[in-house]
């Protein structure tokens, strides 16, 4: 599994946070990634959404409780949902240690993190058509917040039409896949994106973080696009 390594800045802390970031699970291997955050050692560990795989209901439930009860034993952990997370309730997530955050965000030593919930969760997802809109009633009240604002936001398109005009310091996204074929640094193909789309992987805007998917649920190869996970510091701005 790799990792990758970003470092964010933010003038409301007095403190460093090391945040992992693991997106798109769809029943990967837990053992590697267990091992992959032993190694990051995070102060949180945050989830914006796709946690199941394929297989029957029964499998797809006994591998998110497996693996968010990992999480929660490696770090405090929270988690959002992506588009098909249909089986991931309160009670399966609370059980296991962790929060859900479903429209809502909670306060965590100094941070606030808010979840973001996949319009397309429990509907047929279109890889060639839009992305439903999300349920922004909550992103008014979250963005009015003093604190540091860490968003959850499964996919990364909801980022410009959204959320760049909110008072959001940061968001966490995934769903991209990295464009599952990387060519000269730039994806092929997303979902809700279309051909050579925008957010697949790295940085954004200095807030944006896009992950490039611990896991995979279709047969289609990666081509030069590693599975990782996020390792995201987010450190006192040096001028505060």
């Given at each position: 599994m790799n990792i990758s390594h970003y470092k964010l800045y933010s003038r409301k802390i007095d403190r460093k946070y090391r945040i992992a970031l693991v997106a798109d699970v769809h029943g990967c291997d837990i053992d590697d990634l267990r091992a992959a955050l032993r190694?990051?050692?995070?102060?949180?560990?945050?989830?914006?959404?796709?946690?199941?795989?394929?297989?029957?209901?029964?499998?797809?439930?006994?591998?998110a409780r497996s693996f968010i009860d990992m999480c929660a034993s490696v770090s405090p952990t929270f988690v959002s949902l992506g588009n098909h997370d249909v089986d991931i309730t309160h009670s399966l997530v609370a059980e296991?240690?962790?929060?859900?955050?479903?429209?809502?965000?909670?306060?965590?030593?100094?941070?606030?993190?808010g979840g973001l919930t996949s319009g397309s969760l429990g509907k047929k997802h279109k890889r060639f058509g839009?992305?439903?809109?999300?349920?922004?009633?909550?992103?008014?009240?979250?963005?009015?917040?003093?604190?540091?604002?860490l968003l959850l936001s499964h996919h990364p398109?909801?980022?410009?039409?959204y959320l760049s005009g909110q008072d959001i310091d940061f968001v966490f996204s995934g769903h991209a896949h990295g464009g599952q074929w990387r060519f000269f640094g730039r994806g092929v193909f997303s979902p809700g994106q279309g051909l050579f789309p925008k957010y697949t992987s790295g940085v954004y805007e200095g807030c944006l973080v896009v992950s490039r998917a611990a896991g995979d649920h279709n047969g289609i190869?990666?081509?030069?696009?590693?599975?990782?996970?996020?390792?995201?510091?987010?450190?006192?701005h040096p001028q505060r």
């Open positions: 190694e990051i050692g995070p102060d949180i560990i945050t989830v914006p959404g796709d946690i199941e795989g394929a297989g029957p209901r029964e499998a797809r439930v006994q591998y296991c240690g962790a929060r859900l955050l479903t429209d809502e965000y909670a306060e965590h030593e100094g941070i606030v993190i839009k992305t439903p809109a999300p349920d922004l009633e909550f992103i008014s009240s979250f963005a009015c917040l003093d604190s540091c604002k398109e909801y980022f410009k039409q190869p990666r081509i030069f696009n590693k599975n990782e996970i996020c390792c995201v510091e987010i450190l006192p």
